[in-house]
């Protein structure tokens, strides 16, 4: 059983910076695919980031580009995103999410496992 646990959120300053955590188990995840999305009130969960666990490939949504970076540490079975110049609008809840037969899929409705959240919130 896979399971993923996040960590990291917070409470940040606009222009700051957070990384956040996921700790993944349970399954040996070379084949997978880890996302990294979001959901803010009242509005649907969307894609962030994704990376292939095998070759490193990494995806983005454009309203992250340049700023965040996902990356994984195979001897830690963890994934990161590290975020940078952080706005106001990306305060959400940010899920860390799992996929084994979409490789380098950016659609939440591929990804089968997901972790509990990890709050970010960016305000003055």
């Known amino acids: 059983q896979v399971r993923m646990v996040e960590s990291g959120g917070g409470l940040v300053q606009p222009g700051g910076s957070l990384r956040l955590s996921c700790a993944a188990s349970?399954?040996?995840?070379?084949?997978?695919?880890m996302g990294w999305f979001r959901q803010a009130p009242g509005k649907e969960r969307e894609f962030v980031a994704a990376?292939?666990?095998?070759?490193?490939?990494?995806y983005y949504a454009d309203s992250v580009k340049g700023r965040f970076t996902i990356s994984r540490d195979n001897a830690k079975n963890t994934v990161y995103l590290q975020m940078n110049a952080l706005k106001p609008e990306d305060t959400a809840g940010y899920y860390c999410?799992?996929?084994?037969?979409?490789?380098?899929?950016?659609?939440?409705?591929?990804?089968?496992?997901w972790g509990q959240g990890t709050q970010v919130t960016v305000s003055s």
């Open positions: 999410a799992a996929t084994l037969y979409a490789l380098g899929s950016t659609d939440r409705s591929d990804f089968g496992s």
């Open positions: 349970g399954r040996t995840f070379t084949s997978y695919t």
């Open positions: 990376v292939r666990w095998s070759i490193g490939n990494t």
